[in-house]
Nanobody, 121 residues
Framework: QVQLVESGGGLVQPGGSLRLSCVAS????????MDWYRQAPGKERELVAT???????FYADSVNGRFTVSRGNAENTVYIQMNSLKPEDTAVYYC???????????????WGQGTLVTVSS
């Protein structure tokens, strides 16, 4: 079983920055792809960014150029740096990982509890 814990959310003014952290209970990010999702009030959860096990990152068009995913020195930590924040970035942000459990590719999904980001003046 893997636990994921996000932190770093809060209230920020438009144009400001935040860095969210996702800490896993064991070292999984170098062997599994991970994602950041967000869910705004009244909306469906949406994919924000993906970091592959190899370290490549991909972003939704809405955040490309403003958000950056990176790994910490510890293999169980991933960050998302969010710059030039907009009110429409307001959402609960979730860390997500699919852990492959066998050679056939079966996997188990894990989610964190989420951290709230509010962008408002």
């Amino acid at each position: 079983q893997v636990q994921l814990v996000e932190s770093g959310g809060g209230l920020v003014q438009p144009g400001g920055s935040l860095r969210l952290s996702c800490v896993a209970s064991r070292n999984i990010f170098s062997r599994n792809d991970m994602d950041w999702y967000r869910q705004a009030p009244g909306k469906e959860r949406e994919l924000v960014a993906t970091m592959t096990s190899g370290g490549s990152a991909f972003y939704a068009d809405s955040v490309n150029g403003r958000f950056t995913v990176s790994r910490g020195n510890a293999e169980n930590t991933v960050y998302i740096q969010m710059n030039s924040l907009k009110p429409e970035d307001t959402a609960v942000y979730y860390c997500h990982v699919k852990v492959v459990v066998n050679v056939e590719g079966a996997y188990v999904e894990h989610w964190g509890q989420g951290t709230l980001v509010t962008v408002s003046s």
